[in-house]
T-cell receptor
Framework: DGGITQSPKYLFRKEGQNVTLSCEQN?????MYWYRQDPGQGLRLIYY???????QKGDIAEGYSVSREKKESFPLTVTSAQKNPTAFYLC????????????FGPGTRLTVL | SQQGEEDPQALSIQEGENATMNCSYK?????LQWYRQNSGRGLVHLIL?????REKHSGRLRVTLDTSKKSSSLLITASRAADTASYFC???????????FGQGTRLTINP
């Protein structure tokens, strides 16, 4: 059963803490993406990776970091430098880095207490 | 800046009626996509229309693209309660190598 999984579904963080959101895909896709979605808003691109060991900043990369050590995995760390991290985070993948269909995970809702 | 902007922001109709959502964008594109998002879930790809296409169908979905007006519409015919969701258009931004999503139309189908 192919797809993208994200964990956890809900995450609570105290101010000043770093947290890491997991994203795994078994679709054999080269490209992976992280988006942030705020209530009633569209998606904003945080980081993307077109191949293992390579990633690029998106529109709102400040306060976030990523790694791409394996093709299947693209974890996102929300650092204490991110001043307003409460949001819904979505991971996606596509066959290659292009502008065609992206496959999305179910999302992680992060709340800062 | 947002490339795609959907209109209306919210739409409520009765089951069985048709729903039409519109998307406008600013720059030249290669393709335009529509996605659906159920509340609290990830996005699901619905349909992609290329810049040299004017209309495309998929089941109860009909998408049109007018590149001269930089606009697209998504028509859902014979709506069902299960169509209740937010619908987003996404366009390609060649310069920035990314998809740009609009703010979405929140569609509610009343039984």
């Amino acid at each position: 059963d192919g797809g993208i999984t994200q964990s956890p579904k809900y995450l609570f963080r105290k101010e000043g803490q770093n947290v890491t959101l997991s994203c795994e895909q078994n679709l054999n896709h080269d490209a992976m993406y992280w988006y942030r979605q705020d209530p009633g808003q569209g998606l904003r691109l945080i980081y993307y990776s077109q191949i293992v060991n390579d990633f690029q900043k998106g529109d709102i990369a400040e306060g976030y970091s990523v790694s791409r050590e394996k093709k299947e995995s693209f974890p996102l760390t929300v650092t204490s430098a991110q001043k307003n991290p409460t949001a819904f985070y979505l991971c996606a993948s596509s066959i290659i880095l292009n502008f065609n269909e992206q496959f999305f995970g179910p999302g992680t809702r992060l709340t800062v207490l | 800046s947002q490339q795609g902007e959907e209109d209306p922001q919210a739409l409520s109709i009765q089951e069985g009626e048709n729903a039409t959502m519109n998307c406008s964008y600013k720059t030249s594109i290669n393709n335009l996509q529509w996605y659906r998002q159920n509340s609290g879930r990830g996005l699901v790809h619905l349909i992609l229309i290329r810049s040299n296409e004017r209309e495309k169908h998929s089941g109860r979905l009909r998408v049109t693209l007018d590149t001269s007006k930089k606009s697209s519409s998504l028509l859902i015919t014979a709506s069902r309660a299960a169509d209740t969701a937010s619908y987003f258009c996404a366009t390609d931004d060649q310069g920035a190598q990314k998809l740009v999503f609009g703010q979405g139309t929140r569609l509610t189908i009343n039984p």
